[in-house]
C-alpha cells in the first residue's frame, strides 16, 4: 500500500494451487445480489492486506483464500498495469522483492531505472515493461525475510478478474459476503505511460457486479486527483490513504520527508504541503467532498515518545477521528502486524492489545496482515463495548 510518494509504510522495497480447480460457475448470482445487498458487516471492518501475506506470499490465490478463511470481511488487491493492458495484483509496479524475475534470465535486459519527481530513482523490473502472458511465466515469493517461505515458487501472478472470481467463489464457500479494496498503484506514473488504470478498474468492477456504493468494494489512492476524478465517474465508495516517513522517537511527532511527504500528484503539479494537511478540518472537509473513507498510517492516530523515565508512552490523536467522523467519513488504518519490527516494543508482543488501542478510538476498519489476530481482537472489543 505504497505510492511512489509513499514508499515506507507499506513497504515499498522492504501454482500449485490451480485457477482452474475454482467452481466459478455459481458466481453469476452472487454478482447479481451485490448491488442490493444491505451491509452485512460488524464494525470495525477487518481488512485483509494483500490478503494474509502473514502467512502466504501476497497477492496470491492461497493468501487472498486464507484471508477469507481467517475471518477478513474485505480483502486488499493492489492494481498496477502490465504492458499490454491487463490489470494485475502486485504490491508494487516492479517485481524483484515478490517474485522469482532474478531466476529468468531471458528478462535481465528489462531491467531499468525510472526518475520520479521529487528526486525518488527506482532501479528495477516494471510490470509495465512485460506483457500479461510473460509476467504468468514468473512466480510469487513472500516479500518479508522473517515469515514463512516454504510456499515460495508455488503461486502465480494474478489478473485482477482472477482476484475477484478468487473472493467471490471464497466468499460464496464461507456463506457470507467479502469485499474487495482494490488500491491504484502509482496512477500517475501509468497515466504517463499511456496505461491509465482508472477507467479500466470501473470497468473491471462492473462486469463483476460492483457498480455503486452499496456494492461490498472501496477504491484507494494515495493521490489526490484520480480520485477527484473517479468522484465523476462512479458510486462506489472512495477511499484517501495518508501516508508519512515516521515519528520522532522524543515526541511523537509525524515526520514528513520525500517521498513519502505527500500525495504524488501535488509533487508534480509544484503544490506545497503535506499528507499532514489531509487530516485537519480544512483538510479533511476537502477529502469529504469526493470520498467517503480517510486511512491514515497508524502512526497519525497511535505514535509514541520516549517519557521522562526512559520509557515508550504512548501519543494518542483522537481528534483526528472524531473530526473525520464528524464530516461523515469513516476511518480505516493501516498496517496492522504481529511480528517485529512493525508491532512497537511498547507492546511486548501483544498484538491485540494494539488493535484494542485503535478499536477504542473510534477507527472504523484496520488493514491488517493476520486477519485471524484482527477477527480475534474485534471480539474481545465488542464483548468489552457490550458490557
Given at each position: 500500500?505504497?505510492?511512489?510518494?509513499?514508499?515506507?509504510?507499506?513497504?515499498?522495497?522492504?501454482?500449485?494451487?490451480?485457477?482452474?480447480?475454482?467452481?466459478?460457475?455459481?458466481l453469476a448470482a452472487a454478482r447479481m445480489?451485490?448491488?442490493?445487498?444491505?451491509?452485512?458487516?460488524?464494525?470495525?471492518?477487518?481488512?485483509g492486506h494483500r490478503g494474509a501475506p502473514g502467512y502466504m506470499p501476497e497477492h496470491t490465490q492461497g493468501s487472498y483464500e486464507e484471508a477469507i478463511r481467517l475471518g477478513a470481511d474485505f480483502v486488499e488487491p493492489d492494481v498496477v498495469a502490465t504492458k499490454d493492458g491487463h490489470l494485475v495484483t502486485r504490491h508494487d509496479p516492479v517485481l524483484t522483492d515478490s517474485t522469482d524475475i532474478l531466476a529468468h534470465p531471458e528478462f535481465a535486459s528489462r531491467k531499468r531505472t525510472v526518475k520520479f519527481a521529487g528526486g525518488?530513482?527506482?532501479?528495477?523490473?516494471?510490470?509495465?515493461?512485460?506483457?500479461?502472458?510473460?509476467?504468468?511465466?514468473?512466480?510469487?515469493k513472500q516479500v518479508m525475510p522473517g515469515r514463512d517461505h516454504s510456499r515460495d515458487g508455488q503461486y502465480p501472478i494474478l489478473t485482477l478478474e482472477e482476484m475477484?472470481?478468487?473472493?467471490?467463489?471464497?466468499?460464496?464457500?464461507?456463506g457470507r459476503t467479502v469485499g474487495i479494496y482494490p488500491e491504484i498503484k502509482f496512477p500517475s506514473f501509468h497515466r504517463s505511460l499511456g496505461l491509465p488504470i482508472e477507467d479500466h478498474l470501473l470497468d473491471v468492477l462492473k462486469k463483476a457486479g460492483y457498480t455503486g456504493?452499496?456494492?461490498?468494494?472501496?477504491?484507494?489512492?494515495f493521490e489526490q486527483g484520480n480520485l477527484q476524478y473517479l468522484k465523476t465517474r462512479t458510486g462506489i465508495r472512495l477511499m484517501q490513504l495518508v501516508d508519512g516517513s515516521g515519528t520522532d522517537p522524543?515526541?511523537?511527532?509525524?515526520?514528513?520527508?520525500?517521498?513519502?511527504?505527500?500525495?504524488?500528484?501535488w509533487t508534480l503539479a509544484g503544490k506545497a504541503g503535506t499528507y499532514g494537511d489531509l487530516l485537519t478540518p480544512e483538510g479533511l472537509d476537502e477529502v469529504a467532498k469526493y470520498a467517503a473513507v480517510v486511512a491514515p498510517w497508524k502512526r497519525h492516530l497511535l505514535?509514541?515518545?520516549?517519557?521522562?523515565?526512559?520509557?515508550?508512552?504512548?501519543?494518542?490523536?483522537?481528534?483526528?477521528?472524531?473530526?473525520?467522523?464528524?464530516?461523515?467519513?469513516?476511518?480505516?488504518?493501516?498496517?496492522?502486524?504481529?511480528?517485529?519490527?512493525?508491532?512497537?516494543?511498547?507492546?511486548?508482543?501483544?498484538?491485540?492489545?494494539?488493535?484494542?488501542?485503535?478499536?477504542?478510538?473510534?477507527?472504523?476498519g484496520v488493514f491488517t496482515d493476520f486477519a485471524d489476530t484482527g477477527v480475534a481482537?474485534?471480539?474481545?472489543?465488542?464483548?468489552?463495548?457490550?458490557?
Open positions: 500500500m505504497t505510492h511512489a510518494s509513499s514508499i515506507g509504510r507499506r513497504g515499498f522495497f522492504t501454482g500449485a494451487a490451480s485457477l482452474a480447480a475454482l467452481s466459478l460457475s455459481p445480489s451485490h448491488a442490493a445487498a444491505a451491509d452485512p458487516f460488524k464494525s470495525p471492518l477487518i481488512i525518488l530513482e527506482i532501479t528495477d523490473f516494471f510490470v509495465a515493461d512485460f506483457t500479461l502472458a510473460e509476467l504468468k511465466t514468473l512466480r510469487c475477484i472470481d478468487i473472493v467471490q467463489a471464497g466468499a460464496q464457500k464461507a456504493a452499496s456494492s461490498p468494494v472501496f477504491i484507494q489512492s522524543d515526541t511523537g511527532a509525524m515526520q514528513y520527508e520525500s517521498p513519502s511527504d505527500r500525495p504524488y500528484d505514535a509514541f515518545k520516549k517519557g521522562a523515565d526512559g520509557k515508550a508512552q504512548p501519543v494518542v490523536r483522537k481528534e483526528i477521528v472524531d473530526n473525520a467522523h464528524a464530516r461523515g467519513l469513516k476511518v480505516h488504518i493501516w498496517t496492522m502486524r504481529n511480528d517485529a519490527p512493525y508491532l512497537d516494543p511498547y507492546y511486548n508482543g501483544d498484538a491485540v492489545a494494539e488493535y484494542l488501542d485503535v478499536f477504542r478510538m473510534g477507527v472504523d481482537a474485534r471480539e474481545k472489543f465488542l464483548k468489552e463495548r457490550a458490557g
